[in-house]
């Protein structure tokens, strides 16, 4: 595979969390900024299971749900987490009945 070299600017805070990332993952900065933005190009793989209850001073219920390999999780307020498996029920049921479209 070619490569080839990009130069970025960031704030001095963002190049301190890439390179600690990095260092955590083993690789090297320019390696790990090259993942994250390959993938940041690529189609998400889902994955919306696996939530999460907490409950923290300040936070209050939520819920949290990793929603793509790779990507950062949601966290919901407890409400919002029933609203959503509600409004997704429903969803599904309705998806069901529905005929094949042509």
């Given at each position: 595979?070619?490569?080839?070299?990009?130069?970025?600017?960031?704030?001095?805070?963002?190049?301190e969390?890439?390179?600690?990332?990095?260092?955590?993952?083993?690789?090297t900065?320019?390696?790990?900024?090259?993942?994250?933005?390959?993938l940041?190009?690529?189609?998400p793989?889902?994955?919306?299971r696996?939530?999460?209850?907490?409950?923290r001073e300040?936070?209050?219920?939520?819920?949290?749900?990793?929603?793509?390999?790779g990507?950062?999780?949601?966290?919901?307020?407890?409400?919002?987490?029933?609203?959503?498996?509600?409004?997704l029920?429903?969803?599904?049921k309705?998806?069901?009945?529905?005929?094949?479209?042509?």
């Amino acid at each position: 595979m070619k490569s080839a070299a990009i130069s970025v600017r960031v704030g001095p805070e963002l190049k301190e969390d890439l390179e600690a990332s990095a260092k955590r993952e083993g690789r090297t900065l320019a390696a790990y900024v090259g993942r994250v933005l390959a993938l940041h190009q690529m189609l998400p793989a889902w994955i919306l299971r696996d939530a999460h209850p907490s409950h923290r001073e300040g936070h209050g219920p939520r819920v949290t749900l990793p929603v793509a390999e790779g990507w950062p999780v949601a966290s919901i307020t407890a409400d919002h987490a029933e609203s959503l498996g509600r409004q997704l029920i429903e969803a599904a049921k309705i998806a069901k009945s529905l005929p094949p479209a042509e």
